[in-house]
């Protein structure tokens, strides 16, 4: 990898210019202007994922409870 000059091209290669970046965003990236729903951007199986957790979470729990029984009774 080599560092960007100042001029905003790369160091080894001043064929190709770099565009500076624009000053106002474009009207895409401005909030609030989209309609509906926002984009899905994950899994829709998270209510198995969570009650799975926490079947793990009191299984173990119960580990450490039967654990600590047995270590009084030695």
Do not use: C, F, N
């Not at 309609?35 to 926490?54: E, F, N, R």
């Amino acid at each position: 990898m080599t560092p960007s000059s100042e001029s905003g091209t790369p160091s080894g290669d001043a064929s190709q210019p770099v565009a500076p970046p624009t000053s106002s965003p474009s009207k895409s990236a401005t909030p609030g202007t989209g309609g509906g729903d926002p984009a899905s951007t994950g899994s829709s199986g998270t209510v198995p994922l969570v009650i799975g957790g926490a079947a793990v979470l009191a299984a173990g729990a119960g580990l450490v409870v039967a654990a600590r029984r047995r270590a009084k009774r030695a």
